[in-house]
């Protein structure tokens, strides 16, 4: 998660993660409790092992303001 993407949710220490397997898609929400993340980098394997993500690199995601939250779209990687 790079340093844009974290401001949004207001630089979190923790976050809740949820995933739509339908759609493809990641939730990154800031938590009192969740995992954790160290500047840039989320330590979610176990998270990712659990819905058999096997995806790596960078993606596209949204921001939703109502709801403070990131959307990853697995399916989209940014333009080169």
Known sequence: MNNVARSKINNPNNIELAY???????????AED????????????GFLNYFK??????????????????YVNLNKRPAI
């Open 20 to 30: 739509d397997k339908d759609n493809n898609l990641i939730r990154i929400k800031p």
């Open 53 to 70: 993500i096997e995806k790596k690199g960078k993606f596209n995601s949204m921001y939703n303001e109502e709801e403070n939250a990131l």
């Open 34 to 45: 969740g995992l954790t993340v160290k500047k840039t980098k989320v330590f979610a394997k």
